[in-house]
């Protein structure tokens, strides 16, 4: 009887793998394919991960979602900046070179852990600046910058061993709806997918990357009955037949609600039947391995079986330059800042934004002060009024906004809404510390820094000083 686990990748709490250790190990004893890192301590998953490996006859697919390097998901790990702070420092002036050694760092510092497979790059094409889910994780709105660094991304990280996965197929750039809440409809044409959307998937393809992610998406033009592209018979003979892909194919997480009105267990009988190759983040593994043994469904191990052979089985004993890749990521974030012309000198005003209930933004306010030592803050966050601002004539009005751009939230709140457009003619200077498109309906003088690391934030408030 055909062994279902052997096509699932379960999440895996690194903050909990010390704890559950004996349960991930009984999962690779029924023959479970790899799990998905979220979070922990680097030296702790390092070392639980080769004891899991070793419990494997076939190495294990030890999978992360890392588009900002080791640091997004593991305490030790390098925080790179996100991909569109990537593409502005390549338009800013840095080298591909120099783009590529962040590439390659990030490859380096996943194979010391123990992670053999990423989930980057991100290839969606950002056409809507209404999407909630995307954004900053996109290398920008232009399809060339997206193919080339994404081809760049693939090749520096599978250079060094690391399966890279291009995502989200056929491209997630142009929707409004974040599809971990609702399924996204992307209802363009066939033509129009082959201009815009497939181009970096094609490219990708062509440069030999190891995995797709099949978008929870619903694509007319791929499968006109509505079916979630992740699972869908029709999107997969395309992308086979059609682009020539010969790679792993793997579906968006199953605990999405854009798996629509299927269930995770009907799901993934669908994905397997259309011959997707890896199901990802099942969140009962035990209830989805019985329900398709029930339902008798087959499928071919043998693809999936090559490509693990080829992984790195076992964390690397290498340690990498962790220090020198946090002050390279420091000068690809001071790169990347988009800076605006002069504004008033002296000690300004700053209003802070705070979208995110907690206390991010302490790292710039805090440089803010060091920077301007007669500054006047005000941090301000949902439900919160703004501050009187009488007296200010000869002073800047800052505007610094934090929104972060995450699964589940649903895109930026109305109460930030409101407080962009209430402070919209009234600041000299507005910062976003996320989205550049939060502030499209803002005309006054913007700096785009793009993520709210805190050495982002201590750049951010260095450039401010030196305009």
Known sequence: MLNHYQFMVPRL?????????????????????????????????????????????????????????????????TDFPPPMAIASALRNGTGLNEIRRSFRAVAEEAAYAGINAVY????????????PI???????????????????????????????????????GDTAVDSHIKLPVLDHSLKRLKQCELRPFAHAVKAGVRMIMLGHLSVPALDPSGTPVSFSKEAVRFLRKDMGYKGILVTDALNMSGIGRYSEEEASLMALEAGVDILLHPSDP??????????????????????????????????????????????????SIRLPHRIRKGSPILVILDDE?????????????????????????????????????DRALLVAVFSETRAWKGGASSWLTRKLSFYADRADLFLSFGSPYLLDRVRTKKMFVYWNNERAQIAAAEAIRDL
């Open 357 to 393: 209930k907690d206390d991010k933004c302490l790292a710039f306010e805090n440089a803010m002060k060091n920077n301007f030592p007669g500054i006047k803050t005000f941090v301000l966050r949902p439900g919160e009024r703004s501050p009187g601002l009488s007296g200010i004539k």
């Open 120 to 131: 980057a790059p991100v290839l969606d094409i950002n056409t809507n600046p209404k999407n």
């Open 13 to 77: 709490n690194g903050q909990e793998i010390r704890s559950r250790f004996s349960y991930y190990r009984s999962l690779v004893r029924r023959g479970i394919a790899g799990f998905i890192i979220f979070g922990g301590d680097l030296e702790t998953v390092r070392e639980y991960v080769r004891r899991l490996q070793k419990e494997s006859e076939l190495p294990l697919i030890i999978s992360s979602d890392l588009e900002r390097g080791l640091g997004q998901q593991l305490s030790g790990g």
């Open 134 to 172: 995307i954004a900053v994780r996109a290398f920008g709105e232009d399809e060339r910058i997206v193919s080339l660094l994404g081809v760049e991304m693939i090749r520096s990280l599978q250079k060094k061993g690391i399966a890279a996965c291009g995502k989200h197929f056929p491209g997630h």
């Open 286 to 335: 035990e209830k989805v391995s019985d329900f398709l043994r029930s339902r008798g469904v087959s499928a071919d191990p043998s693809g999936l079986h090559e490509f693990r052979k080829s992984l790195i089985p076992a964390p690397q004993a290498e340690a990498p330059h962790f220090k020198e890749n946090c002050q390279f990521s420091m000068k690809l974030t001071k790169a």
